[in-house]
């Protein structure tokens, strides 16, 4: 059964592979305008700071020295197979989330439950 959900759900276009990975620091300007939301004026700007200034060393730092790559764009491009030093914009994002603790609560020293907050209506 497990076996046939993943080639209806890509059929029904509910899953999207990548065709192929494009590892940004080794592609040409064709290559770079072939891909949706990339045109020849942001190619240019790609190659020529890749040219000037050396290699991407991962998303942030694309975005940080290319004028108009926004964040959805980023997304955008990595869901297409773009690559930057070999990863996918997903998972150096994930791996950026910081993850944060619940505040702490601190017990009702009587009953050891949380205390109870107290507003004008309850007092």
Same mark, same amino acid.
């Given at each position: 059964?497990?076996?046939?959900? #993943?080639?209806?759900?890509?059929? &029904?276009?509910? $899953?999207?592979?990548?065709? !192929?990975?494009?590892?940004?620091?080794?592609?040409?300007?064709?290559? &770079?305008?072939?891909?949706?939301? $990339?045109?020849?004026?942001?190619?240019?700007? $790609? $190659?020529?700071?890749?040219?000037? !200034?050396?290699?991407?060393?991962?998303?942030?730092?694309?975005?940080?020295?290319?004028?108009? #790559?926004?964040? &959805?764009?980023?997304?955008? #491009?990595?869901?297409?197979? &773009?690559?930057?030093?070999?990863?996918? !914009?997903?998972?150096?994002?994930?791996?950026?989330?910081?993850?944060?603790?619940?505040?702490?609560?601190?017990?009702?020293?009587?009953?050891?439950?949380?205390?109870?907050? !107290?507003?004008?209506?309850?007092?």
């Amino acid at each position: 059964m497990n076996r046939l959900l #993943l080639p209806a759900s890509l059929a &029904l276009g509910l $899953i999207a592979l990548p065709a !192929h990975a494009l590892e940004l620091n080794t592609a040409t300007m064709r290559q &770079l305008e072939r891909l949706d939301g $990339i045109g020849p004026t942001m190619a240019r700007r $790609i $190659i020529d700071e890749r040219r000037n !200034h050396g290699e991407f060393r991962h998303w942030d730092d694309l975005q940080s020295r290319v004028r108009g #790559l926004s964040e &959805l764009k980023a997304w955008e #491009l990595s869901d297409q197979g &773009l690559t930057v030093a070999g990863e996918s !914009h997903r998972r150096v994002f994930v791996a950026k989330v910081p993850y944060q603790a619940a505040p702490h609560v601190k017990p009702n020293h009587h009953s050891g439950a949380p205390a109870a907050k !107290h507003t004008q209506a309850s007092q």
